[in-house]
């Protein structure tokens, strides 16, 4: 069992065995999620180093920003941290070019929830990776699953590199939209994705449900959409029941539900805003809390099939726990796992399809 598995040691142990000097590359909410875990780990920082462009003297919890310049002049051998989420060719590219002249890790720290990801924490949940593993419709899907799991457990970039799918390739070989799609989107943005598929049915479609919580994002959403036929736009979280949730707007793609804010906002379910009539494709990006979506939608996945387009990211569970409750609800679908350009393991999606 979990013999793709080959990474057994973690970035964490790694880090806390190596004598060289640490630097965290990059500031912000992932620097903050790894120095606690440096903190809880006894792991030493012996610095901070951003681009160029994002130093002009700052400090961060009580660090001197330097330039990668600056580190390079004054420590001759030092061990580089990514801190910061890449999505973008031109920031990817130059993150490897760092990779070749410095040890870099990426350790992986989940977007909402607790805990790390380590081979112990595969072990536990060993009987239900190996049944996605086994469940998985092709080859590249089993790779990509395998590298997926070793590049969190390891932080080392050349798995993600390994196996990055151009986007165009997923929507014409999997998703393969047609020209008369019933398209659901949670967690819509500003209309991205909507963009996106209409690229590839030539701007036809049947209808488009979108939903978005966050109201600054929604007025983007709203704006994009507007003048579109057969467009349904709701300033709502998806969610398992239609109710209201306490709400973090972050305004951008980071807002998500969070027990810790008084802001509410309307929660619907895809099964109630449908009335349980046919969806042809679902596509789910709401921050952690896919499960609920999908839950929300269980009706319209078990008894018409649409094609689902999933992030697996979000949570360390997310990885087993959504395959599993999808295959679950209908167990005639194939599953796909596709990762697409970005540094961690962001955009790891499922792909479920007949």
């Given at each position: 069992?979990?013999?793709f598995?080959?990474?057994k040691q973690?970035?964490?142990?790694?880090?806390k065995?190596?004598?060289?000097?640490i630097?965290?590359?990059?500031m912000?909410?992932?620097a903050?999620?790894?120095?606690s875990v440096?903190?809880?780990?006894?792991i030493?920082?012996?610095?901070?180093?951003?681009?160029?462009d994002?130093?002009?003297g700052?400090?961060?919890?009580?660090?001197h920003v330097?330039?990668?310049?600056e580190?390079?002049e004054?420590v001759d051998?030092?061990?580089v941290?990514?801190?910061?989420?890449a999505?973008?060719?031109?920031?990817?590219?130059?993150?490897?070019?760092?990779?070749a002249?410095?040890?870099?890790?990426?350790?992986?720290?989940?977007?909402?929830?607790q805990?790390?990801?380590?081979y112990?924490y595969?072990?536990?949940?060993?009987?239900?990776l190996?049944?996605?593993?086994?469940?998985l419709?092709?080859?590249?899907?089993?790779k990509?699953?395998?590298?997926?799991?070793?590049f969190?457990?390891?932080?080392?970039?050349?798995?993600?590199s390994?196996?990055?799918?151009?986007?165009s390739?997923i929507y014409?070989k999997?998703i393969?939209p047609?020209?008369?799609?019933?398209?659901?989107d949670l967690?819509?943005?500003?209309g991205?994705?909507?963009k996106?598929l209409l690229?590839?049915?030539?701007g036809?479609?049947a209808?488009i449900y979108?939903?978005?919580?966050d109201?600054?994002?929604f007025?983007?959403?709203?704006k994009?959409?507007?003048?579109?036929?057969?467009?349904?736009?709701?300033?709502a979280?998806?969610?398992?029941?239609?109710?209201?949730?306490?709400?973090?707007a972050?305004?951008?793609r980071q807002?998500?539900?969070s027990?810790?804010s008084?802001n509410?906002?309307?929660?619907?379910?895809?099964d109630?805003?449908?009335?349980r009539k046919?969806?042809?494709?679902?596509?789910m990006?709401?921050e952690g809390?896919?499960?609920?979506?999908i839950?929300g939608a269980?009706?319209?996945?078990?008894?018409?099939?649409?094609?689902?387009?999933?992030?697996?990211?979000?949570?360390?569970?997310?990885?087993?726990?959504l395959?599993?409750l999808i295959?679950?609800?209908n167990p005639?679908?194939k599953?796909?796992?596709?990762?697409q350009?970005?540094?961690?393991?962001?955009?790891t999606?499922l792909?479920?399809t007949?």
């Amino acid at each position: 069992m979990l013999s793709f598995i080959t990474e057994k040691q973690s970035c964490w142990d790694r880090l806390k065995n190596e004598q060289r000097p640490i630097f965290i590359y990059g500031m912000g909410d992932g620097a903050l999620k790894i120095m606690s875990v440096f903190k809880q780990k006894e792991i030493a920082v012996a610095g901070i180093f951003a681009s160029d462009d994002f130093v002009r003297g700052h400090s961060f919890e009580g660090y001197h920003v330097h330039k990668l310049s600056e580190v390079e002049e004054l420590v001759d051998d030092f061990v580089v941290v990514l801190a910061f989420a890449a999505g973008y060719q031109e920031i990817v590219d130059k993150i490897h070019s760092i990779a070749a002249q410095h040890t870099l890790y990426v350790p992986d720290v989940p977007v909402v929830g607790q805990g790390i990801f380590t081979y112990e924490y595969c072990l536990e949940n060993a009987e239900k990776l190996q049944k996605v593993y086994n469940s998985l419709a092709d080859d590249y899907s089993r790779k990509v699953y395998a590298n997926i799991i070793n590049f969190k457990i390891s932080g080392k970039i050349e798995y993600l590199s390994a196996v990055t799918t151009p986007k165009s390739d997923i929507y014409k070989k999997i998703i393969k939209p047609g020209l008369n799609e019933v398209y659901v989107d949670l967690g819509a943005y500003n209309g991205d994705t909507i963009k996106e598929l209409l690229e590839f049915t030539y701007g036809k479609y049947a209808s488009i449900y979108a939903l978005e919580p966050d109201r600054k994002n929604f007025k983007k959403l709203a704006k994009f959409v507007d003048g579109m036929s057969h467009v349904y736009a709701y300033n709502a979280a998806a969610w398992c029941v239609d109710g209201e949730l306490p709400f973090a707007a972050k305004s951008g793609r980071q807002s998500a539900i969070s027990a810790e804010s008084s802001n509410m906002v309307k929660a619907l379910s895809v099964d109630s805003i449908l009335g349980r009539k046919a969806a042809t494709i679902i596509k789910m990006d709401v921050e952690g809390f896919e499960r609920e979506a999908i839950w929300g939608a269980a009706q319209i996945i078990s008894h018409y099939s649409p094609k689902l387009m999933v992030s697996l990211y979000h949570r360390n569970e997310d990885i087993f726990e959504l395959p599993l409750l999808i295959k679950t609800l209908n167990p005639s679908y194939k599953l796909y796992i596709r990762h697409q350009l970005y540094i961690p393991a962001w955009e790891t999606n499922l792909y479920a399809t007949l």
